[in-house]
């Protein structure tokens, strides 16, 4: 194994606790463009921080607003509850390399080392925190998968806050142990549509028998939140103050590289809302745009969902119910509905709007690729390296392996760094019907794609 012919690089490199990263990186505070303002959807002009306030923290409002600050100190209590699971290890993947025959290094952050199973607690911790410290009584949100409600019924558990959280229906059904997780942290999990809001009722009534949606379940969520005294609403993605959470995955991967004196060619991530990926790549980002170095960062998603490669930049909703404010982001139309695909975690209609505009900017490259070849690589992976990883995080895995033979073909050694966002031990229904070869492909058609495109409102300056 190529791990014996070399001593100085560990095959798991550790930060020690100390180097834990003491603040997150906002990455906005370096760009030049920055991602265009939230507009209010019932003014169209820019969002005021008093009118978030009334569905997020006082605090993680002022974190989304904020485009010029550079560090955010993170609170000490956030960082004793990281040192719980962090820092997470930087992996050399030898096996890999070794069953691929390249020349390329791999290595791998891996942020499946807690109960969530994902990177999503590096944020839940850090919202659930900021909802005590303002004296809530709890929180409400929406999963569709299940590993954000997870996550966040986790942290609220350790803060000893309420938890309510509103599940795609079709998801509660099939995926009674993710439920049961979230009610074993102390969470209230209720299928969406559901008979305990307005909106969940108007839909049960105009669409009887529905298996629901992540856009009615965040409208849910959000009545939730409103209409309760002292509950505010949460988020587990495409916020600003999401990916500033998610900079720790980049921070500790920027420092373990410098500890050994590795320097990355390509760094690679999975994107559904873009807040993994983009707080991977942050730190990178900011040296790119800084002037101080050069790295190839590549976003990776479905071929069913392909926000980034087919989607358009335009101001758009992030729910169905178009209750929530509008961003400028890349996005397929929030009436578009991917189809049933075993990535839950990356079916979401828009990006993240600082990867949209990174990827604007030319700063990003975005690759989309089929849920067979996604699997064919899980497999792969899982058989030399040990770890079963996430059908999301899968994404991220078939690109540096397609990026690792392509060096095979023409003799670089290449440096490449991907995110292993997750485990998938949730999605065995997935990999048995990949083993059963019947899982299928469905690439959307331009047709489809238009159909969703009408969904985004049109207004000067949007149309499309
Ligand atoms: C939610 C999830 C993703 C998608 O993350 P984004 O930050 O929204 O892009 C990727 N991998 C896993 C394991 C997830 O749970």
Redesign the pocket.
């Known amino acids: 194994m190529k791990s014996l012919e070399n001593k100085s690089i560990p095959y798991k490199i550790y930060l020690t606790e100390e180097e834990l990263p003491r603040a997150w990186y906002n990455v906005r505070a370096d760009m030049k463009n920055k991602p265009a303002p939230l507009l209010d959807a019932e003014t169209m002009q820019p969002i005021t921080a008093e009118k978030l306030g009334t569905v997020f923290c006082e605090e993680l409002v002022r974190q989304e607003l904020d485009d010029t600050t550079a560090y955010f100190e993170i609170p000490e209590e956030i960082r004793n509850f990281y040192k719980m699971y962090r820092p997470a290890p930087l992996i050399r993947a030898y096996c890999l390399e070794e069953k691929l025959n390249t020349p390329a290094k791999i290595y791998y952050k891996f942020e499946g080392n807690n109960t969530s199973g994902?990177?999503?607690l590096n944020s839940a911790i850090a919202q659930a925190y900021y909802a005590k410290q303002q004296g809530l009584k709890g929180v409400t949100t929406e999963t569709g998968a299940g590993?954000?409600g997870t996550a966040l019924a986790m942290a609220c558990s350790f803060f000893g806050l309420d938890c309510q959280v509103y599940m795609v229906k079709c998801s509660y059904e099939q995926k009674p142990f993710r439920r049961e997780v979230m009610r074993t942290y102390g969470a209230n999990v209720t299928p969406s549509p559901s008979e305990t809001t307005s909106v969940g009722r108007k839909i049960l009534e105009q669409f009887p028998g529905t298996s629901g949606s992540l856009g009615c379940a965040i409208s849910e969520a959000v009545e939730a939140a409103t209409s309760q005294e002292g509950y505010r609403y949460v988020l587990?993605?495409v916020l600003n103050q999401v990916l500033l959470h998610?900079t720790v995955i980049g921070l500790e991967t920027q420092a373990a590289l410098k500890k050994y004196n590795i320097k990355p060619d390509m760094i690679i991530g999975?994107?559904?809302?873009?807040?993994?990926?983009g707080g991977l790549i942050a730190p990178f980002a900011g040296e790119i745009l800084r002037g101080e170095a050069n790295y190839q960062l590549i976003a990776v998603e479905p071929k069913s969902c392909p926000s980034l490669t087919r989607g358009v930049y335009r101001y758009d909703y992030c729910d169905t119910g178009a209750i929530c404010p509008l961003q400028k982001m890349y996005t397929l139309g929030n009436g578009f509905i991917p189809a049933a695909s075993h990535s839950g975690?990356?079916r979401?209609h828009g990006m993240s709007g600082v990867v949209s505009q990174l990827y604007e900017d030319g700063l990003l490259e975005a690759r989309s690729v089929e849920q067979t070849s996604v699997f064919a690589a899980a497999e792969e992976f899982a058989r030399c390296e040990g770890i079963l990883p996430?059908p999301?995080?899968s994404h991220a895995i078939r690109v540096a392996m397609d990026e690792a033979i392509r060096c095979r073909e023409t003799g670089e050694e290449k440096t490449i760094v991907f995110g292993l966002?997750?485990t998938g031990y949730f999605d065995m229904m997935s990999y048995g019907k990949f083993n059963d070869g019947v899982m299928g492909d469905y690439i959307p058609t331009d047709e489809e794609l238009q159909a969703g495109f009408a969904s985004i409102p049109q207004f000067p300056g949007n149309e499309i």
């Open positions: 994902s990177h999503k590993q954000w587990g993605s998610q999975c994107a559904g809302g873009g807040s993994n990926l975690g990356l979401y996430a999301e995080s966002t997750g």
